[in-house]
C-alpha cells in the first residue's frame, strides 16, 4: 500500500490558513474509480521555533518538527524529507489547499504508469474574496518527456509550464537529487527542472491544487527582498544543475514496484 508523504513548511507567524490546508488533506478519501489503497502522512515542518497560530489538530498521521530558526522554504523542506517513510512525497504549502480526490488520482497516474517519476497538476489561484480563477494557459494532460520543462523554461522568459507547488514525487529520487535547492528563492524551480533533466513525468489536467493568493504571503512578502534580488543568480544556477545533469545522461530508472512501502501502515 503506497504511503504518501506531505511535506508542509510554514512559517509559525505565517501560519493561520493552515487549518485549511489541513482540512482539504483530510478530507482526501479513497475514490471508487482509483483501486489502490493508499494512506497518507503530514510532515509539518516549523521554519522557527515559535508556536503555530492555532495548535495542530491530535493525529497520529501528523508529525511536527520545528527548525531552531528560520531557515527559509527550501531548508524547510528538506529537513522534513529526512524523516519521510512514504515512498512518494507531495508538496503542500501551509496556505494552500488539495481538491477532493487529488491524492488518489496521483496514486493512480503512479501505478499506471511506474515510468512516471514525478508529477505536477493545474493549479487555480485562490482569491482573497474565495474565488477560484484559472491561470491563462495549462499544459495539457499526459506525459512529460524529460527535457520538456527546460526547453520551455528557456522560450518563455524563464517561466514554467507548469505549477511546482503541486509537485508529487518518488522519495526516492528526490532525495537523490538532494532535495530542494539550498537558494534564497526559486527552490521548487531548481527542483523541478533537475527532476525533468533526468525522468519522465506527468500532468494532470484536472485542477489539483488552490493556490492561495493573499498580501502577506510569503512570496509576496517583504521578507523576501533580499532573496529576491539574487533571483537571476538562482535561476542560472538552476538552470546549469540541469544542464550538467542531461549532460552527463543521468537517468532515473523506473521500478514497477518502486511504491512498495518500507514500513507499515500508518492508521
Not at 506531505?6 to 490558513?17: D, K
Not at 475514490?31 to 521554519?47: C, G, K, N, T
Not at 489539483?208 to 498580501?215: A, E, M, S
Amino acid at each position: 500500500m503506497p504511503l504518501i508523504s506531505v511535506i508542509t513548511p510554514v512559517l509559525p507567524a505565517h501560519s493561520a490558513w493552515l487549518t485549511d490546508t489541513w482540512h482539504s488533506l483530510r478530507q482526501q478519501e479513497q475514490q471508487a474509480d482509483h483501486p489502490w489503497d493508499w494512506e497518507w502522512e503530514w510532515l509539518v515542518q516549523r521554519d522557527g521555533p515559535e508556536p503555530l497560530q492555532e495548535p495542530l489538530p491530535e493525529d497520529s498521521r501528523i508529525r511536527q518538527q520545528a527548525n531552531p530558526v528560520a531557515f527559509g522554504p527550501a531548508l524547510a523542506r528538506t529537513l522534513a524529507l529526512a524523516r519521510a517513510r512514504g515512498s512518494l512525497v507531495k508538496v503542500l504549502d501551509a496556505d494552500d489547499q488539495l481538491t477532493p480526490g487529488q491524492l488518489a488520482r496521483e496514486v493512480a497516474v503512479f501505478q499506471s504508469h511506474p515510468e512516471v517519476a514525478w508529477l505536477t497538476s493545474a493549479a487555480h489561484d485562490l482569491l482573497p474574496d474565495g474565488r477560484s480563477v484559472a491561470p491563462g494557459w495549462e499544459a495539457p494532460e499526459g506525459a512529460i518527456p524529460i527535457g520538456w520543462v527546460a526547453g520551455w523554461w528557456r522560450q518563455h522568459g524563464r517561466r514554467l509550464p507548469v505549477h511546482p507547488a503541486s509537485l508529487c514525487v518518488r522519495r526516492e529520487l528526490l532525495r537523490a537529487l538532494g532535495g530542494w535547492m539550498a537558494l534564497p528563492a526559486s527552490e521548487d524551480t531548481g527542483l523541478l527542472l533537475a527532476l525533468n533533466a533526468v525522468a519522465q513525468g506527468w500532468h494532470l489536467g484536472q485542477t489539483g491544487l488552490l493556490y492561495r493568493k493573499w498580501p502577506s504571503q510569503l512570496t509576496a512578502s517583504s521578507l523576501l527582498e533580499p532573496r529576491h534580488s539574487h533571483r537571476q543568480d538562482a535561476f542560472a544556477i538552476a538552470e546549469q544543475r540541469a544542464e550538467a545533469l542531461a549532460a552527463w545522461g543521468v537517468r532515473w530508472p523506473a521500478e514497477p514496484d518502486s511504491l512498495q512501502p518500507e514500513s507499515p501502515q500508518i492508521r
